[in-house]
């Protein structure tokens, strides 16, 4: 019944069609780039922060194993993290549907939370309201960032 409300298409349409789509399979095996549309990123690349104060002196620096093995830490430590925190996720899901009450060994209940944040919205209406223009922002704290550096770009003395 659908095909009623479609245009008929003739065989040099149906024709196009294929070819268009086995030169499409084609070219993502060879050059998959190819495919895609340039356009404008949706996001701005990051740009470097500022160096934060109480950095130590060149005199100061600790010994690069003693670098390496901070940085090893810190990245094995973002690993367990984010592991950690897909876990959580995964069973806040079953939990967030339950009512309160004792699961065997388990009670699962619900507090409200001491801790409070700006409501912004209502901030906007007051600043709004007395003609003070946009609400003042600031940006948040840079992140620390550490990756490996690949094997190819390594340089030994």
């Given at each position: 019944m659908l095909h009623l409300f479609m245009r008929p298409q003739?065989?040099?349409q149906t024709t196009r069609r294929f070819l268009?789509?086995?030169s499409d399979a084609v070219r993502s095996l060879i050059a998959p780039a190819s495919l895609t549309r340039h356009s404008a990123p949706s996001q701005p690349a990051p740009v470097a922060a500022p160096?934060?104060?109480?950095l130590f002196t060149a005199d100061e620096l600790p010994d690069v194993e003693?670098?390496?093995a901070a940085a090893a830490s810190f990245a094995k430590a973002a690993d367990q993290a984010r592991a950690a925190d897909r876990g959580k996720r995964k069973a806040k899901r079953l939990l967030d549907r339950l009512?309160?009450?004792i699961y065997g060994g388990w009670v699962v209940s619900r507090v409200t939370?001491?801790?409070q944040t700006a409501?912004?919205?209502e901030i906007r209406r007051i600043f709004k309201q007395h003609g003070l223009g946009p609400v003042p922002?600031?940006?948040?704290?840079?992140?620390?960032?550490?990756e490996r550096v690949p094997a190819a770009e390594l340089v030994t003395v």
């Open positions: 003739t065989g040099r268009s789509t086995v160096e934060p104060t109480g003693d670098i390496e009512p309160a009450g939370s001491t801790r409501d912004l919205d922002m600031k940006p948040s704290a840079p992140s620390l960032k550490v």
